[in-house]
């Protein structure tokens, strides 16, 4: 059963209960009340009147003879049939009847359980005796006896009024409730819509307003969460487009590189060797060796310089602190009018290979960019290892950069993603003319096989 209806279900019980507890009873209480309230004061109205037509009978009568009695018009209580809450009957010395005011009975009687709800009216009313005396003797009895049947049914068609005018206002009001349901869980259809639109992929799917607050909220929260998932895979999309794309040049630089350089040194000593091959004399060969070993000299620089963009010397066989060292010498070389004051502590060599090529790649970066974009005079750079963390810091002086209109390139993005693999924090405070202050933190991952 679906929510709406479950509502209405609960809605229309409820009011069921309260009209039947509260109306039903309320209204049955109050027929009962009246219904005694009204046979007991035709009671006392009829008992006075008979009482005096027994007092006239026997003493203006008094000396009629039972058989008179006997005819049964004595009292003519088949004129008293509109006393209709009292069955009055006389019954002669013999106790058969003789007269009665209820000679008819009634015809469209109230269903029994309602007679019953209220027939503790009767009970709590006995029936009343008189003896009528003629001659001294007694030639009969009145009984009357309260009858509520004909306030009953009274009570029952006006109860079954009050039934139909409730049966009316309820289909009025589970229409509307239905209605005002459906109404106010509209949004919850527009909800499960858009989150089935974000489960086939379309990160565009929005919620509008809401006019509940609650829902409202909720409409908030989905639509920046959409913005930020959105975000997020455009941002993913477009890192990996890029690492495609570096990859590839990378892949290009190499090749030439291994083309240009290695090729031509090969080519080079090919040559000498060949020269020497053919030499006829000692000093040629020995011009020859000579070429070939400038030559095989220059090769292996090349080769250090590519192996160096692949894989930082030295972080495997001398550990961080050395590979950084280098690095951070090699920088300071070729950029000699930057100051660099640089500070490592802790121990690394039990951290995870990840961890250490993070810390090596992140202050290259900050690094590169400093040469490229900074114009500064003065770098700090502090790595710090404790038992739980690492800390890296790099701080420039340099021209600074506006953080808000600035879109980041791929430098600071890809630092962010690796910190972000590490689960650590990536903050860059820079503003213009105040420099750039790279400042990062991520949780020390241990190497499995120390
Ligand atoms: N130390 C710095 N001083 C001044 N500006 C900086 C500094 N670091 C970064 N920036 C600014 O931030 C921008 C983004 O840097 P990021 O490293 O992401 O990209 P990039 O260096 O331009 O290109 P690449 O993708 O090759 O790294 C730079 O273009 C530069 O304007
Ligand atoms: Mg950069």
Redesign the pocket.
Known sequence: MNLKLRINLIITVLLFLTLIIGGGIFTIKNARGNVQAEIASTAILALHMLDSEILYYSSVYGMVSPAGVGEGSLFQLNKLSDVRHLKIDFYDSFGHLQDTNQSTQLEDLPPSWFISMMDTVTGEMPATKRQVYGRGQIVGELVITPDPSYEIAEVWEEVQGMLIFVGIFFIVVNILIYYSVGRALRPIDNILAALTELEVGNLTSRLPQFTLPELSRISDKFNVMAKTLEDSIANNRHLTQ?LIRVQEEERKSLARELHDEIGQHLTAIHVDASAILKAKTVEASKASASAIDTVARQMMDIVHHILQRLRPSGLDELGLEAALGELINGWHHRHKEIEIDYQIHGTFNDLDETVLITVYRLIQ??L???A?????KNVCINVLRNEEKIIVS?K?D????D?SS??????????KERVDILLGKFE?E?SIHH??S?NIEFPCVRSKDK
Do not use: Y
């Open positions: 890029q970066e900050c590169t960019n400093i490229r974009h900074a114009q500064a790099v420039d340099g021209d600074g950069f953080t600035k879109s980041i390139g791929f430098g600071l993005a890809g630092m860059l820079s420099g750039v790279v």
